[in-house]
Nanobody
Framework: QVHLVESGGGLVQAGGSLRLSCAAS????????MGWFRQAPGKEREFVSA????????YFTDSVKGRFTISRDNAKNTVYLQMNSLRPEDTARYYC???????????????????WGQGTQVTVSS
C-alpha cells in the first residue's frame, strides 16, 4: 500500500507560480511512475503530467506544456510539480498519482493509477 500526501497548493494571482509536492510512503518509490491529475468543480478528473521511474522522461498535457515542469527526488520519495504562468483555468484540486511500472510517454487515464493522494487545492485569481 502506497500512501501519497500532497502539499503546496494555495491561492495565487494569474501569472504567478506554485510548487506542489507529493511525498510517498509505504512502497518502493522507484517502482512507480508518478503523475499529477486535476479536477475542477463539475468537471472530470484530467491528466496533467507524468514522470518516469528514473525521472528521465516526462509528459505533459498540451494545456500546461511550457508552463509546468515535473521532477522527482527518489532519495526523498517525493515528486514535484512546478507551475508557472498560472491561469484562472488552472484552478482545480490537484491529485498526485502513482502508476506501478508505468511510463511517461502518453497521457494517463484514471485506470492507469494504482494509488491516489487526497489532493491539494490550487486557486488562480484573475
Amino acid at each position: 500500500q502506497v500512501h501519497l500526501v500532497e502539499s503546496g497548493g494555495g491561492l495565487v494571482q494569474a501569472g504567478g507560480s506554485l510548487r506542489l509536492s507529493c511525498a510517498a510512503s509505504g512502497g518502493t518509490f522507484t517502482n512507480y511512475a508518478m503523475g499529477w491529475f486535476r479536477q475542477a468543480p463539475g468537471k472530470e478528473r484530467e491528466f496533467v503530467s507524468a514522470i518516469s521511474l528514473t525521472g528521465r522522461k516526462t509528459y505533459f498535457t498540451d494545456s500546461v506544456k511550457g508552463r509546468f515542469t515535473i521532477s522527482r527526488d527518489n532519495a526523498k520519495n517525493t515528486v514535484y510539480l512546478q507551475m508557472n504562468s498560472l491561469r484562472p483555468e488552472d484552478t482545480a484540486r490537484y491529485y498526485c498519482a502513482a502508476n506501478y511500472l508505468g511510463v511517461a510517454e502518453r497521457e494517463w487515464g484514471p485506470k492507469d493509477v494504482n494509488y491516489w493522494g487526497q489532493g491539494t487545492q490550487v486557486t488562480v485569481s484573475s
